[in-house]
Nanobody, 123 residues
């Protein structure tokens, strides 16, 4: 079974930074595209950032471009989301997810998910 375990969420003041990590086990991490999604109550899960299996292609939602950076370390089977200049609008539950090779913008295309980690940005 493919398992994804997230860490790094918490409470931070507006303008601050936070780094999320997602460790993957039970599969071939180097063959997975990885995505970071976020969800707030009453809204659909949104792709924030994605990275393909080799790490050469990335995707960012317009709302987080420049402020957030996704990276992966295939030797450690871990994907990261570095978040800077955080705003109250970034408050959400953040999930990491895995699928095959290439990034998809749709949460429905990701079969493997972490448990989610709460990020709260106070103003």
């Amino acid at each position: 079974q493919v398992q994804l375990v997230e860490s790094g969420g918490g409470l931070v003041q507006a303008g601050g930074s936070l780094r999320l990590a997602c460790a993957v086990s039970g599969g071939t991490f180097s063959l997975y595209a990885m995505g970071w999604f976020r969800q707030v109550p009453g809204k659909e899960r949104e792709l924030v950032a994605g990275i393909n299996s080799r790490g050469g292609t990335t995707y960012y939602a317009d709302s987080v471009k420049v402020r957030f950076t996704i990276a992966r370390d295939n030797a450690k089977n871990t994907v990261y989301l570095q978040m800077t200049s955080l705003k109250s609008e970034d408050t959400a539950v953040y999930y990491c997810a895995a699928r095959g090779i290439v990034i998809s913008e749709s949460f429905r295309e990701y079969p493997y998910w972490g448990q989610g980690t709460q990020v709260t940005v106070s103003s």
